[in-house]
């Protein structure tokens, strides 16, 4: 029942800006956590930036200081800005909520993803 509409990708040059977003729809009884993955060609999937109920937030090392994530917790939505972004920041970026649909039922559900590309 829960899903993950995702926004903000595209083609940006290096040092550019995009800011994607992620709203939650649906079932939800609280949230634990939502964050940021990406996936580029040839690589796994790897964690970008993730916020927790508790609004605390951590970061992959190759983008600290120049992503920032936020929630809009009263939309149920997730935000990720990306400043300085990079070649090397190409991917199919993926939304992740980690949340409770009961009181005693924790489950996650993905984003389609969205395509950022970083190029001249």
């Known amino acids: 029942q829960v899903q993950l509409v995702e926004s903000g990708g595209g083609l940006v040059q290096p040092g550019g800006s995009l800011r994607l977003s992620c709203a939650a729809s649906?079932?939800?009884?609280?949230?634990?956590?939502m964050g940021w993955y990406r996936q580029a060609p040839g690589r796994e999937r790897e964690l970008v930036a993730r916020s927790t109920s508790g609004a605390s937030t951590n970061y992959a090392d190759f983008v600290k200081g120049r992503f920032t994530i936020s929630r809009d917790n009263a939309k149920n939505t997730v935000y990720l800005q990306m400043n300085s972004l990079k070649p090397e920041d190409t991917a199919v970026y993926y939304c992740?909520?980690?949340?409770?649909?009961?009181?005693?039922?924790?489950?996650?559900?993905w984003g389609q993803g969205t395509l950022v590309t970083v190029s001249l």
């Open positions: 649906g079932r939800i009884f609280s949230i634990n956590g």
């Open positions: 992740n909520l980690d949340y409770n649909t009961d009181w005693y039922r924790r489950l996650e559900v």
